[in-house]
């Protein structure tokens, strides 16, 4: 609402009346409609139940039904409205006259209780228009269907009431329900309230529930009191303040009347907002009712929910009109506020309107209490300059305001307009009433010339200084004003101080004086202090080596022109010098010695200038050390240790070692003491210091130089290619090998580089060895016989030998003491890995040993347990018959040794089995010979064997087999396995005379593989060939046969001839067993049983074989009778 009212808020209550309104305050109007609508419809179905009838009858747009008494009536009534028949009485309306019935007008209204003796009603204050809607009503009982205006239907409603028309005012009502809206509603309930319309008066206030805050007061102006007071009563929880609010006195009033029993306590009642009505009224700007409520004894120093008064609010919004008029009422002018400590005069110096606000202040300053703090402890005059307020601050300063009193923070007027609000008038003003002890107030023990410096404000360090400020004042840590400026590198300050005489203090805080505050700030603030300060001893201990630590060489300059001393020492006697280089200080040191500083002095611990700036790096000071004139090979630790070289090149400082090379400095000094004898170059191997070993040589040391022990037992010589590889120092071994050192030099164990390269896999260093334009030493052998190439294959590490060979490739071609070269040696080490490297690097495979043997790799190959390396060997072009010096060839070797796959293997390449060797032995004897089970079954299998050769003892390979022990065949292998192959491939390939012939062949001494097998006791054999049908009685060169040869026992004799199972083949010959020859006297017979050649004497019985089938005696040896007739012992 106008004048700041909308900020009241009021509750609103909703009411219900006659079952016909239930609303809240929050709905809005749309609601009140539909939930009058629900209401209308509920009327309208009773309606229908209970006039069905009579409803259907009286339709205003049909006609009548005759037939019932309902439509009669009606249609009379229609009949008499249009021709006015029977009429008998005149109405009087607005000048005119209406026809009408006396029955009708007492049938509708009950306000005209006898009509008997008139024949004219008037109606007064009505317009004609109004009344002809009624009277077309009271005949037709319907009302027009168009919307008419709502100032017609209120004049309709206010006649309807007015003369009791029962049936016409509830439609009125229902009609202006319909019609009521925000804009009209305060109309409309005043007009209910002044006919006492109770219903429509209930929905209007409502509505204005609803809609409170959207009403302003000049919408209520024009409602009567009476109805306003009611509707606020209604309506409002706080009846008084909505009274204040609408700024109506006659409400006020009406409100004292009703309530004056009470109206001493209901006057200083507050709202929801914690608004008394004076307030309220105050604000409002209604000081005539804030007037009749301090009639009331409404209270003028009540206070709200945080303790202020209502003076103290009004100050705050500036209402200097409501202040004036609270004070002029009695209110409490130092009232405390009792959490904030605030006054009134606390409120005037924040106040919104302080040129006024200071003005009215003026007129009560004799009532106030200037002086007194709130909780924060601050003055009104204080309060004042913190919010920016000069006027009131000089009204108060002229009254006699405390300008010193700071609050709790320190803070003095002063110091708040200096560095807050920066205003110089008031500044003036508070020191010309202040005066010095205004200036020098201090802030927590910090004064506000500190501040000021501290802030660097010039201007008001020097409005400060003008006011007689103390220069010479110190704060908490103990710091001047000055010192202040100069930590923080303010010229200005620092030059406006000292021109004021601020005095320079030598011993500052922590040992450190003003001066050296001036040397780290920067060298024109040294200079201002060299300039401008007076009765300064710039010899001072530290000055100078401050400034050097500080690395401002500049400030150091300023400091030696001003008289500093350059050969100040320290506690240990260490000139500044020595102490810079100590430091690493390059700058430093050589500045000192720009500046004539002597260079010959040593350290506490006799080291030199010359060995120190070496030791550190120390470049600059070095040149500047050379150039004056020193030793440069000046050895280090008393004259006993290497040059000072060493100690650039151990520290890294190679720009120094370089200057000192430059200079001729000795590359080849070693020590007088230590075990070795050895130079620097050594020493940086032994400390594994690689970059200054290369940078030595570089730079034209002796990389030959070897290392000897001082003990004289010891002829162990090392040289540095030999440690460089040994150290992994992959970078010296490529300067050493640059540098063109003698690489095939060898170690005691006849060891190069090369063979340490490859024994400790460091394939970098071998590659750096492998770049020399002289790689002879290659081939040099160390004492096991190994050179780095054999060594690499011994190793396996093929990578390196790979680089050898790329090197150098005839490498792989050396032989050993056995004429062996390396891929022989690798094959018969089954070494796969290498044999493939060698073939790869194309190591010519078909050469043979140089020895006498003439063997090839073949040879070898095929007596080792890996066919993948004869593989590779026939791949690589091996000839597969090749014949060593004896004349065996691979197949012979495999066969010799049981390996039967590399058998096959040759075989596949058309390998000739048939090639004999120095005893005239082809594979299969070679085989048979050596009991290779294996072999003898790829051979007999094989058709270019040929299995009936002889060797040059006309032995077969039967009767090789006949000798065979078990002991030269494998584990759970036996001869007569070989025996059973041999002569069942024969048996298959033969005819039975070849057969008989190949079985029975005999060698050179006549023996038959019987007769062998028998001698040597191989008694499965002999079962076998006698299976075979083998003949028993050869005799052989010595006529030794089966029966005569001498044995231990004739156990296997008697078992073999027991063992057979048909007549063996008949043997020929000149003589019996018994010695007697056969002649024409003496007859040659045949034992029946073991085929042998026997005289009759020998063959005496005859018997029956059985086990032959013979059922007929026949002749028998009597060996073979005994046999027969006995059996043998098992």
Request: aromatic content about 6%; hydrophobic content about 40%; charged content about 25%.
């Amino acid at each position: 609402w106008e004048g700041g009212t909308q900020n009241c808020v009021h509750k609103i209550a909703s009411r219900k009346d006659d079952g016909n309104v239930h609303l809240m305050g929050s709905l809005n109007h749309l609601n009140l409609l539909r939930d009058e609508h629900l209401e209308l419809l509920n009327k309208y179905g009773e309606l229908q139940q209970k006039y069905a009838t009579l409803q259907s009858k009286v339709d205003p747009d049909q006609v009548p039904d005759a037939s019932t008494l309902a439509g009669q009536l009606c249609a009379t009534m229609r009949n008499l409205f249009e021709n006015h028949t029977f009429s008998d009485i005149v109405i009087r309306v607005d000048g005119r006259e209406l026809k009408c019935h006396k029955f009708l007008l007492v049938a509708r209204s009950n306000h005209w209780n006898d009509l008997e003796s008139t024949d004219s009603v008037d109606i007064p204050d009505t317009s004609f228009k109004a009344f002809d809607v009624v009277y077309r009503w009271m005949y037709t009982d319907s009302l027009p269907r168009s919307k008419f205006e709502i100032g017609l239907l209120q004049e309709v409603c206010q006649i309807a009431f007015r003369f009791h028309f029962s049936g016409l005012q509830s439609r009125c009502v229902q009609l202006l329900k319909i019609r009521v809206d925000v804009k009209n509603c305060i109309s409309l309930f005043d007009f209910a309230d002044l006919e006492g319309i109770v219903e429509l008066r209930d929905y209007c206030c409502a509505v204005i529930a609803a809609h409170w805050n959207e009403y302003k007061p000049q919408q209520f102006s024009h409602m009567s009191a009476p109805s306003l007071f009611r509707l606020l009563k209604r309506n409002s929880s706080h009846v008084l303040h909505s009274i204040v609010q609408l700024n109506r006195e006659d409400v006020l009033l009406l409100y004292f009347i009703e309530n004056e029993s009470k109206v001493q306590t209901d006057v200083d009642v507050v709202d929801e907002k914690g608004l008394s009505a004076l307030e309220l009224a105050l604000t409002l700007g209604h000081m005539d009712i804030a007037s009749q409520l301090l009639k009331k004894n409404a209270n003028c120093n009540i206070t709200d929910g945080s303790g202020r008064s209502i003076l103290m609010r009004m100050i705050e919004k500036g209402d200097t009109t409501a202040c004036e008029f609270l004070a002029s009422a009695g209110a409490d002018l130092n009232f405390v506020q009792s959490k904030t400590q605030f006054t009134p005069l606390h409120y005037v110096a924040r106040s919104a309107n302080p040129v006024s606000m200071a003005e009215w202040a003026m007129s009560h300053i004799k009532e106030l209490n200037l002086n007194v703090v709130d909780a924060g402890g601050r003055t009104a005059l204080l309060l004042s300059v913190m919010a920016n307020n000069p006027t009131l601050a000089k009204v108060l300063l002229e009254h006699g305001a405390d300008t010193v009193k700071a609050d709790n923070e320190g803070k003095s007027p002063l110091s708040v307009a200096l560095f807050d609000r920066k205003d110089p008038e008031l500044c003036k003003e508070v020191v010309n009433y202040g005066g010095v002890s205004a200036v020098n107030h201090c802030i927590d023990g910090v004064s506000l010339l500190h501040i000021a410096v501290k802030n660097e404000d010039a201007e008001i360090v020097q409005f400060l200084l003008e006011n007689n400020a103390a220069i010479d004042a110190e704060n908490r840590e103990g710091e001047t004003p000055l010192e202040v400026a100069v930590r923080q590198n303010n010229r200005n300050l620092v030059t406006l101080l000292l021109d004021r005489g601020a005095p320079v203090r030598m011993n500052g805080l922590g040992q450190t004086s003003i001066l050296h505050k001036a040397i780290s700030s920067a060298p024109d603030m040294l200079a201002i202090f060299a300039d401008k300060a007076k009765g300064v001893d710039w010899r001072t201990r530290g000055l100078l080596t401050y400034a050097l630590d500080e690395q401002l060489l500049d400030c150091a300059k300023i400091l030696v022109t001003a008289g500093a001393d350059v050969e100040e020492k320290d506690t240990l006697g260490n000139t500044l010098l020595v102490q810079r280089i100590l430091m690493s200080d390059d700058a430093g040191a050589a500045f000192l010695l720009e500046n004539g500083a002597k260079h010959l002095v040593k350290d506490s611990s006799g080291r030199s200038c010359l060995e120190m700036s070496a030791f550190y790096g120390l470049i600059n000071t070095l040149r500047i050390i050379c150039g004056l004139g020193v030793n440069i090979n000046e050895r280090t630790n008393g004259g006993f240790g290497y040059t000072v070289l060493k100690h650039s090149l151990s520290e890294g400082h190679y720009e120094c070692a370089s200057l000192l090379v430059s200079l001729g400095c000795d590359l080849e000094s070693s020590t007088a003491d230590g075990p070795f004898i050895q130079t620097m170059l050594h020493h940086f191997i032994d400390v594994g210091n690689e970059r200054a070993a290369v940078f030595l040589v570089e730079s034209g040391c002796d990389g030959d130089a070897v290392r000897i022990s001082r003990e004289p037992d010891v002829e162990k010589e090392e040289a540095p290619i030999h440690r460089a590889v040994s150290s992994k120092m992959t970078a010296l071994v490529s300067s050493l090998v640059k540098a063109k050192i003698n690489l095939a030099v060898q170690d005691s164990h006849g060891r190069t580089a090369c063979h340490l390269a490859v024994q400790l896999r460091n394939s970098e260093a071998l590659h750096e060895l492998l770049n020399a334009s002289d790689v002879e030493f290659l081939s040099l052998r160390d004492k096991m016989g190994q050179t780095p190439f054999s060594q690499a294959l011994l190793m396996k590490e093929h990578a390196l030998a790979a680089a050898i060979v790329e090197r150098q490739p005839h490498v792989a071609l050396q032989t050993n003491g056995n004429g062996e070269n390396l891929l022989h040696i690798s094959v018969k080490s089954n070494d796969l890995e290498s044999v493939l490297f060698l073939l790869s690097a194309h190591t010519d495979a078909t050469r043979v040993t140089t020895d006498g043997s003439r063997r090839s790799a073949l040879h070898y190959a095929a007596n080792v347990d890996n066919e993948l390396i004869l593989r590779n060997l026939l791949l690589a072009g091996c000839e597969v018959d090749v014949t060593a010096a004896d004349g065996t060839t691979p197949l012979q070797v495999a066969a010799r040794n049981n390996r039967s796959i590399h058998a096959e293997i040759l075989l596949e390449n058309n390998a000739n089995p048939n090639i004999l060797d120095e005893r005239r032995e082809n594979a299969l004897l070679a085989a048979v010979r050596s009991g290779s089970v294996d072999c003898v079954k790829v051979f007999v299998c094989s058709p270019k064997v040929d299995s009936r050769a002889v060797n040059k003892n006309g032995q077969s390979a039967l009767h090789l087999c006949a000798t065979l022990s078990s002991d030269k065949l494998p584990p759970r292998r036996s001869p007569v396995e070989i025996c059973d192959l041999l002569v069942k491939r024969e048996a298959h390939r033969l005819s039975e005379k070849d057969f008989a012939a190949y079985v029975d062949m005999q060698d050179a001494d006549g023996n038959t593989a019987l007769l062998l097998a028998y001698m040597a006791g191989n008694g499965d054999i002999c079962r076998c060939l006698l299976r075979y049908g083998a003949t028993m009685g050869a005799r052989n060169v010595d006529g030794a046969t089966m029966f005569t040869y001498e044995t231990p026992t004739r156990l296997l004799l008697f078992r073999l001839l027991d063992s057979l199972e048909r007549e063996p083949r008949w043997s020929d010959g000149d003589m019996c067993d018994c010695g007697i020859r056969f002649s024409i006297t003496i007859r040659k017979h045949h034992c029946r049983h073991c085929g042998r050649l026997v005289c009759s004497k020998c063959s005496e019985v005859a018997m029956p074989i059985a086990k032959y089938g013979e059922e007929k005696r026949v002749r028998v040896c009597s060996l073979c009778a005994e046999v027969l007739t006995t059996g043998v012992a098992r």
